[in-house]
């Protein structure tokens, strides 16, 4: 058994598409109409096909995006949340900062999925010793193993 990738049902392929293209980043690898993959492995398939692979309408189910989230991680967090200002998206919360300090956003894709984009955690590690933390107030602080913040520092 080999886990392939993640498949979102969408209503509107060609907005989809654009959505994750415009505001990810994300490029068509494959394209089979019904079913498109994306740089990252991340499937879209159509309602309409996904339903008669199911048997059943999608409202059946009760569908919504609202149950799980797809999580990306941005090197240049700055600059995205910069980019993300000038689009029309509908957010879940705006940027906050967790406990252990990463800096994340929540939005919802076209059909209600919800989308999270943190920092990268390793780029947290080395923000926090870059303002002059030392590695063991660090580790405290993003309650993460030593040997995790050492690693950073190479």
């Not at 499937?43 to 996904?50: R, Y």
């Not at 569908?63 to 995205?80: H, L, Q, R």
């Not at 998206?89 to 919802?108: L, M, N, S």
């Not at 209600?112 to 926090?128: A, Q, S, Y």
Request: some cysteine; proline content about 3%.
């Amino acid at each position: 058994m080999k886990f392939k990738n993640p498949l979102l049902v969408v209503t509107d392929m060609e907005r989809s598409v654009k959505f994750y293209k415009d505001v990810l980043g994300l490029r068509k690898t494959v394209d089979f109409g019904a079913n498109v993959t994306l740089t990252g492995g991340l499937s879209l398939q159509t309602a309409e096909s996904w339903a008669q692979f199911i048997d059943r309408e999608c409202g059946e189910l009760g569908w919504c995006g609202k149950v799980s989230e797809i999580y990306f991680e941005e090197d240049d967090f700055d600059t995205f949340a910069e980019k993300l200002s000038g689009l029309d998206i509908h957010y879940v919360h705006p940027i906050k900062e967790h406990a252990w300090g990463q800096r994340v956003v929540r939005f919802f894709d076209p059909d209600g999925h919800i989308i999270e984009v943190g920092e990268n955690i390793k780029t947290v590690c080395r923000r926090f010793l870059d303002s002059g933390m030392s590695p063991e107030q660090v580790a405290e602080r993003m309650d993460v193993p030593l040997k995790f913040v050492k690693d950073c520092m190479r």
